[in-house]
């Protein structure tokens, strides 16, 4: 059984860092590309990053990309975005999620319609 879970998140002032942690089980990492996403109160959930299951390949939202490093530990079963110089927009609840692709793939994908695998979320507050 797939199971997702998220950490890492808080309460942190404007320009400050948070990395949060998704802790993968129930499954091959090498078989699966994973997402960042984020939904903000009364928004639709977003994408913010992903991988790819071979991490070769990554991509970010354009306003994310140099800020946020999405990065992936197989030996752990963890996937990790490090987020930096955060800014109060960037305040929602942050889901990973991940969807099988062959192995090793340079597959990667920023659509939540894409994923069929979620956490629960975890909440990332940016204020002063």
């Known amino acids: 059984q797939v199971q997702l879970v998220e950490s890492g998140g808080g309460l942190v002032q404007p320009g400050g860092s948070l990395r949060l942690s998704c802790a993968a089980s129930g499954f091959t990492l090498g078989y699966y590309a994973f997402g960042w996403f984020r939904q903000a109160p009364g928004k639709e959930r977003q994408g913010v990053s992903c991988?790819?299951?071979?991490?070769?390949?990554?991509n970010y939202v354009e306003s994310k990309e140099g800020r946020f490093t999405i990065s992936r530990d197989n030996t752990k079963n963890t996937v990790y975005l490090q987020m930096n110089s955060l800014k109060p927009e960037d305040t929602a609840v942050y889901y990973c999620?991940?969807?099988?692709?062959?192995?090793?793939?340079?597959?990667?994908?920023?659509?939540?319609?894409?994923?069929?695998?979620w956490g629960q979320g975890t909440q990332v507050t940016v204020s002063s």
């Open positions: 999620a991940a969807r099988r692709t062959d192995y090793y793939s340079g597959a990667c994908y920023l659509s939540v319609y894409e994923y069929d695998n």
């Open positions: 991988i790819s299951s071979s991490g070769g390949n990554i």
